[in-house]
């Protein structure tokens, strides 16, 4: 169903070379503070066309699309709309002209209906809503472009697919013919993507322009009619022509230099049982988050757990790490019972954690290296920061964090050193040596460049004999790193799959709570 | 004559849940758009005073009734100022217009503490149906804010729920965010609904001072009713229907403790039972505290955040 409706959209619908472009942006120039966002970029999309913004994080998509839509505007260069020029002062005006932006956070009410989201901020509305006729309005739109919604539903009873619909939906119920989804794959399972594929499909064969921008080199090539690759702010390349893109190529302009994501896996036996659980349940405030949950981690294997945000990863790291108290069941680190004995006791027992919130629970902002290295050293009253600088200092070469020296600030470094030095004072253990390691989203929000190290940190740490228990809502690098794969869903887990012979479909599907085993 | 005790007890209900209605309706608007403003109390004393002093030197209570409201909106403009566009933290912000409120009202009140007011509100008078036993004066013995202050609770609700500026400001209260994404001003929404709220709060505090008090004393003429109103907003669940049933439930366990000594039932300390609305609000501060309960109690979820369009 889904490939046809590929073919179909692959059709020539704008051939002919020199159609006005629906939205151009020429030289733009953006600066922030410290940091020029967009160096005279040049951008346009064609009616019907999909074309997609690549870049990594801080590459300057973000902002570019932002000033596409009129919520910031540029310090230099202009924009023009069917080869008009055109100010856009606010998302407002931005609307006015027929662009809309879909979020990467969704702009939507919870506590309102669909249709109550859809029409929020219209002006051509009466004062006095009527309920039954405005759903009849917004279901006739949804349905003019294929997207079936339920206009009635609360939004917050909606599932996240469900939700980027219904942005969807606002942006055409709002006349939109430029959309600009903003990753708009990052918070979808497959299943998910493919249906949003279809409907982007949909809207293209409608005429529809679109701006598709992401950081995932698949999907990219998949969705996209051309490319245009950003780096630092600079374009660095333009790419037309869907499936003949070779993804390294693409990678290339996005990096500026080769780049190998590792996808080594244990190749040695592994060792003996350092992380057991057994039975773990969860309940907060009378809902069930965790639900009869049994695994081990052996010594040199790195286990990945797998799902969609909200299916109870935090809980579950923060009741291995003794920040929380299980309803029910115990867990074991090294063959020690640490359930109900707390963070200190776990940390003796060998837990290193790393948390998802790396400024926020994993260091302290307003510290600087040393000291928060100092936070998990030796605990006597009388802190003996002289004996911990050279550790610090070879730390920091060790791990090759960018940073002036020991008493570098934390909240000062990059997040990708950030997340370094708390990867230096977890693996290099605190009071007792590092057995167990649990990492949550490890390089979430990180620029490729680190995502390289940081990976490659935890190979060595797997190599070197320690468990590790990855959490991540980055399927990729659950796939790519694990020896094996669980995935959580509605705090239990559904699927289990050794790394090396997963697949993307299956794991996918029991993101999604269709699991093929029958345990869900 | 018991009977008529009660029935007088009733109709006093009534009238003081006119002070709460409008001081409470006036905190719902501004926490529907997200602004917590804990200062209504002072609100109310400001406004008490300004009434006073308006009525008493012109004579005329609708100029008081007007002085007092526009008293009661300049409070709230502070307010506005200092969490909206100045993106002061509200709780504190709240708490210092409570100072403020106290200290100008005891300042302008001064020079006539103990006074009483030359003209007040007088009931409207329904002929024969004021007559009614029972029913009658409770229902027909009440002055015209308090059959307005019902009709503004009823409105609200229409406006809130059936309306396009409804939808915008319990959205503002909700998510600015995404208000903001649609190019409505999140700024000029609160500061609107925080003045709005404030000429309500105004209004009651105004009204409490001709209708109710007839004398001026700083220190027992609001007696806590700025807080009781807050707490009520939180029991009606930012709904002003419920509002309605809350204030006047509120207003009859005001009164209850006068009630009691006239009736001479003294196996309840009077004391004790003055000190209900108050645990209360002490209840509902603290429920407020929680962020799982506010959500089962159905508080905007932006409240008393101040919105900043975040910045990447």
Same mark, same amino acid.
């Given at each position: 169903m889904t490939n046809t409706s590929h073919e179909v959209a692959k059709g020539p619908h704008h051939e002919s070379g020199a159609a006005p472009s629906a939205l151009s942006a020429h030289s733009i120039v953006k600066r922030f503070p410290g940091v020029l966002a967009n160096d005279s970029v040049d951008f346009d999309v064609l009616p019907g066309e999909v074309h997609t913004l690549l870049g990594e994080n801080g590459a300057g998509k973000s902002t570019l699309a932002a000033m596409l839509c009129g919520l910031y505007q540029p310090d230099s260069g202009y924009i023009t709309r069917n080869g008009e020029r055109i100010a856009l002062s606010s998302p407002r005006a931005g609307l006015q002209h027929g662009i809309a932006m879909v979020?990467?956070?969704?702009?939507?009410?919870?506590?309102?209906?669909?249709?109550?989201?859809?029409?929020?901020?219209?002006?051509?509305?009466?004062?006095?809503?009527?309920?039954?006729?405005?759903?009849?309005?917004?279901?006739?739109?949804?349905?003019?472009?294929?997207?079936?919604?339920?206009?009635?539903?609360?939004?917050?009873?909606?599932?996240?697919?469900?939700?980027?619909?219904?942005? &969807?939906?606002?942006?055409?119920?709002?006349?939109?013919?430029?959309?600009?989804?903003?990753?708009?794959?990052?918070?979808?399972?497959? =299943?998910?993507?493919?249906?949003?594929?279809?409907?982007?499909?949909?809207?293209?064969?409608?005429?529809?322009? $679109?701006?598709? $921008?992401?950081?995932?080199?698949?999907?990219?090539?998949?969705?996209?009619?051309?490319? @245009?690759?950003?780096?630092?702010?600079?374009?660095?390349?333009?790419?037309?022509?869907?499936?003949?893109?070779? @993804?390294?190529?693409? =990678?290339?302009?996005?990096?500026?230099?080769?780049?190998?994501?590792?996808?080594?896996?244990?190749s040695h036996a592994t060792g003996h049982e350092v992380l057991q659980i057994r039975d773990l349940s969860l309940n907060v405030g009378g809902v069930s988050v965790l639900s009869d949950i049994s695994f081990n981690v052996h010594a040199g294997e790195m286990v990945g757990i797998a799902g969609v945000a909200g299916n109870g990863q935090k809980e579950l790291a923060e009741t291995i790490a003794g920040l929380t108290s299980p309803t029910s069941g115990s867990i074991a680190i090294t063959g020690s019972m640490s359930t109900d004995r707390g963070p200190i006791?776990?940390?003796?027992?060998?837990?290193?954690?790393?948390?998802?919130?790396?400024?926020?629970?994993?260091?302290?902002?307003?510290?600087?290296?040393?000291?928060?290295?100092?936070?998990?050293?030796?605990?006597?009253?009388?802190?003996?920061?002289?004996?911990?600088?050279?550790?610090?200092?070879?730390?920091?070469?060790?791990?090759?964090?960018?940073?002036?020296?020991?008493?570098? $600030?934390?909240?000062?470094?990059?997040?990708?050193?950030?997340?370094?030095?708390?990867?230096?004072?977890?693996?290099?253990?605190?009071?007792?040596?590092?057995?167990?390691?649990?990492?949550?989203?490890?390089?979430?929000?990180?620029?490729?460049?680190? &995502?390289?190290?940081?990976?490659?940190?935890?190979?060595?740490?797997?190599?070197?004999?320690?468990?590790?228990?990855?959490?991540?809502e980055d399927l990729d690098e659950v796939m790519s790193l694990s020896d094996r794969i669980l995935v959580l869903y509605r705090g239990s887990i559904v699927h289990e799959t050794p790394g090396e012979s997963a697949q993307l479909a299956t794991v996918g599907a029991a993101m999604a709570g269709l699991s093929t085993e029958g345990n869900a | 004559?018991?009977?008529?005790?009660?029935?007088?007890?009733?109709?006093?209900?009534?009238?003081?849940?006119?002070?709460?209605?409008?001081?409470?309706?006036?905190?719902?608007?501004?926490?529907?758009?997200?602004?917590?403003?804990?200062?209504?109390?002072?609100?109310?004393?400001?406004?008490?005073?300004?009434?006073?002093?308006?009525?008493?030197?012109?004579?005329?209570?609708?100029?008081?009734?007007?002085?007092?409201?526009?008293?009661?909106?300049?409070?709230?403009?502070?307010?506005?100022?200092?969490?909206?566009?100045?993106?002061?933290?509200?709780?504190?912000?709240?708490? !210092?217009?409570?100072?403020?409120?106290?200290?100008? !009202?005891?300042?302008?009140?001064?020079?006539?503490?103990?006074?009483?007011?030359?003209?007040?509100?007088?009931?409207?008078?329904?002929?024969?149906?004021?007559?009614?036993?029972?029913?009658?004066?409770?229902?027909?013995?009440?002055?015209?804010?308090?059959?307005?202050?019902?009709?503004?609770?009823?409105?609200?609700?229409?406006?809130?729920?059936?309306?396009?500026?409804?939808?915008?400001?319990? !959205?503002?209260?909700?998510?600015?965010?995404?208000?903001?994404?649609?190019?409505?001003?999140?700024?000029?929404?609160?500061?609107?609904?925080?003045?709005?709220?404030?000429?309500?709060?105004?209004?009651g505090g105004s009204w409490l001072m001709l209708a109710q008090s007839a004398a001026w004393h700083q220190a027992s003429t609001t007696n806590g009713i700025g807080w009781i109103a807050l707490a009520l907003v939180v029991f009606a669940g930012w709904r002003p229907i419920r509002l309605i049933f809350g204030a006047v439930l509120f207003g009859f366990t005001l009164q209850l403790p006068f009630t009691l000594q006239a009736e001479q039932i003294t196996f309840i300390p009077s004391a004790l039972m003055q000190m209900l609305p108050y645990l209360a609000t002490l209840v509902a501060l603290i429920a407020l505290s929680r962020p799982s309960m506010r959500n089962k109690l159905g508080a905007p979820q932006a409240l008393g955040t101040p919105f900043v369009r975040d910045e990447r």
């Open positions: 979020h990467q956070h969704f702009r939507l009410v919870e506590r309102f209906t669909v249709a109550e989201n859809v029409i929020l901020g219209s002006r051509d509305l009466s004062f006095r809503l009527n309920r039954s006729e405005l759903e009849d309005r917004v279901s006739a739109v949804a349905e003019s472009f294929g997207l079936p919604i339920e206009p009635g539903a609360t939004v917050g009873d909606l599932s996240v697919g469900q939700r980027q619909r219904v942005e &969807i939906v606002k942006a055409l119920y709002q006349g939109a013919e430029i959309l600009l989804l903003d990753e708009p794959t990052a918070v979808l399972v497959p =299943a998910e993507v493919e249906k949003l594929f279809e409907n982007v499909h949909a809207m293209t064969q409608a005429g529809k322009s $679109i701006v598709f $921008i992401s950081h995932k080199l698949g999907e990219v090539v998949e969705i996209s009619d051309r490319v @245009t690759v950003l780096r630092n702010g600079r374009v660095t390349g333009h790419v037309s022509g869907r499936g003949t893109t070779d @993804t390294r190529e693409l =990678a290339r302009l996005m990096v500026g230099r080769d780049i190998e994501l590792t996808t080594q896996r244990a006791h776990a940390r003796e027992l060998g837990l290193a954690y790393v948390p998802e919130d790396r400024l926020g629970m994993g260091l302290v902002p307003s510290m600087s290296i040393l000291d928060n290295l100092l936070l998990t050293r030796d605990r006597n009253f009388v802190v003996d920061r002289a004996s911990v600088e050279p550790e610090a200092v070879r730390l920091i070469e060790q791990f090759e964090i960018k940073a002036n020296g020991p008493e570098h $600030i934390a909240r000062k470094l990059s997040g990708g050193n950030a997340q370094k030095v708390l990867l230096a004072r977890e693996l290099s253990g605190g009071r007792s040596a590092t057995k167990l390691l649990v990492v949550c989203s490890p390089t979430r929000g990180l620029d490729v460049g680190a &995502i390289e190290t940081v990976r490659a940190l935890l190979n060595d740490a797997r190599s070197a004999g320690q468990a590790i228990l990855l959490i991540s | 004559m018991n009977e008529n005790i009660w029935v007088l007890a009733s109709a006093d209900s009534v009238a003081i849940a006119t002070t709460l209605i409008l001081a409470a309706l006036g905190a719902l608007f501004t926490e529907r758009s997200g602004v917590l403003n804990l200062g209504i109390e002072g609100i109310l004393l400001t406004a008490a005073i300004s009434s006073f002093l308006a009525a008493d030197t012109s004579g005329s209570i609708w100029l008081g009734l007007l002085i007092g409201s526009l008293a009661g909106a300049l409070l709230a403009c502070i307010h506005a100022l200092l969490t909206v566009v100045l993106r002061a933290n509200q709780i504190v912000a709240g708490l !210092a217009l409570v100072i403020f409120g106290t200290g100008l !009202a005891n300042f302008l009140g001064k020079p006539v503490e103990g006074k009483t007011v030359t003209t007040i509100i007088h009931p409207l008078s329904f002929g024969p149906l004021s007559d009614i036993p029972l029913i009658g004066p409770i229902i027909f013995g009440q002055d015209i804010i308090t059959y307005a202050s019902i009709a503004i609770a009823i409105l609200s609700s229409l406006y809130l729920f059936r309306s396009r500026p409804g939808l915008e400001l319990r !959205a503002t209260g909700d998510d600015p965010a995404t208000v903001d994404a649609q190019g409505l001003s999140v700024a000029s929404i609160r500061i609107r609904y925080t003045l709005f709220g404030g000429l309500l709060v105004g209004l």
